[in-house]
């Protein structure tokens, strides 16, 4: 049934039950053309590599690929945020001691550069939730000044009942010293998760310490969900696509990208967010259609699903693609990490790379290559 025959879509966040489905919801049948701003020059964070030679953090090549990121970002005017410890950055492997060296690390190499780090509850053999679990990773972030804190979720915290849920978040924001951002994934990344819900995301949108929301999100246009309803409500609240199979609808909408693809093409998406901003007589570089199809095309095959549909090894993929650029000393995963592509990556991602490095040198794009 179309959204032309509906008569009794939800518009009013008072009349959302907390199993409401997004289909039930107007904002779920907004068009992405409705959404279209040319306007905003909205951020990019990027999840962070944390990359590894001979089973070692490799915190040269860390910061290298920091400092290539962020003259991109400078020569296009396009604000930048690096994402630390989370998924890209293998959170879920990571010691604590680990996890606190990367906040030092980065600090020591960029003093004044503000950055997003994922926090998440150690729950591995738990039954129940517990918001305790997150404060040791809290407490390592909070230490530093210019950050957020991504509230990144665990098995217990997305088992909980919506209501359940939302108090579980309520109960770590009692914990917040930073500005928040939730995190929301679908099972194409880990696959006990489950997305938000309509009413979970308004309640979630309208506390005070939560800034905006990730949703990571391969199979459904969730980001289009959010955007629609947080626009459309005017809350103050910015949804960050983590869509890496639709990059470029959030440079449509001038909202926020918080993506690990963007370690391997942060180039290409600061050029084409400068590209899509409309000059002073109104106009935009219409090029910029063909610098997303490219930036697509590549990103497709970096975050391709295996064969159990996971899209989990794309961070392999992209060490692969730092290494082609001589920006890391080795394509290597964390030791511990189990996500990892095959043999032949080094050529696939070769291949990958073709046609995003034949369009970056037609339109001019810097620092593609480095």
């Known amino acids: 049934m179309s959204a032309i025959q509906r008569t009794d879509l939800i518009s009013n966040p008072g009349d959302l039950k907390p199993d409401t489905p997004w289909r039930d919801t107007v904002w779920a049948w907004t068009s992405e053309e409705d959404l279209v701003d040319h306007g905003t020059n909205a951020r990019v964070c990027v999840a962070t590599l944390l990359p590894f030679h001979q089973g070692k953090p490799d915190w040269e090549g ?3 690929s920091i400092a290539w990121m962020r003259d991109g970002a400078t020569h296009y005017g396009v604000e930048i945020v690096f994402v630390l410890n989370a998924d890209t950055g293998y959170i879920f492997d990571l010691t604590l001691d680990e996890y606190q060296e990367v906040l030092r690390r980065f600090r020591d190499a960029f003093p004044a550069q503000r950055f997003i780090a994922g926090v998440t509850g150690p729950d591995a053999g738990a039954q129940e939730f517990k918001a305790e679990r997150y404060f040791p990773m809290l407490d390592a972030v909070q230490r530093y000044d210019n950050c957020e804190a991504m509230l990144m979720t665990s098995r217990t915290l997305n088992a909980l ?18 500005p928040g951002i939730v995190h929301a994934l679908e099972p194409s990344f880990v696959p006990w998760a489950t997305p938000y819900e309509p009413w979970l995301l308004h309640q979630l949108a309208s506390h005070p310490k939560f800034v905006g929301g990730k949703i990571s999100t391969l199979d459904e246009p969730h980001f289009l969900y959010w955007a629609a309803m947080c626009k459309g409500l005017k809350l103050d609240f910015s949804p960050h696509s983590g869509d890496d199979f639709g990059i470029c609808t959030a440079i449509r909408l001038g909202l926020p990208l918080l ?20 000059d002073s007589a109104g106009r935009f570089d219409t090029r910029v259609y063909k610098l997303f199809e490219a930036i697509q095309s590549f990103e497709d095959l970096v975050f391709r699903l295996d064969d159990r549909m996971s899209a989990a090894a794309y961070k392999h993929s992209t060490a692969h693609v730092l290494h082609a650029l001589g920006l890391i000393a080795s394509p290597e995963s964390h030791p511990r990490c189990q996500d990892l592509r095959g043999s032949d990556e080094a050529q696939r991602m070769a291949e990958a790379m073709r046609r995003p490095l034949r369009v ?4 001019g794009v810097v620092n593609f290559p480095p």
């Open 62 to 64: 860390f910061v290298r």
């Open 161 to 178: 009942h919506p209501q359940r849920r939302r108090d579980a978040y309520f109960q770590i924001a009692e914990h917040l010293t930073v």
């Open 259 to 278: 993506i690990g693809a963007g370690v391997s093409a942060c180039p290409l998406i600061c050029a084409a967010r400068a590209k899509w901003m409309k």
């Open 360 to 363: 970056a040198h037609r339109l």
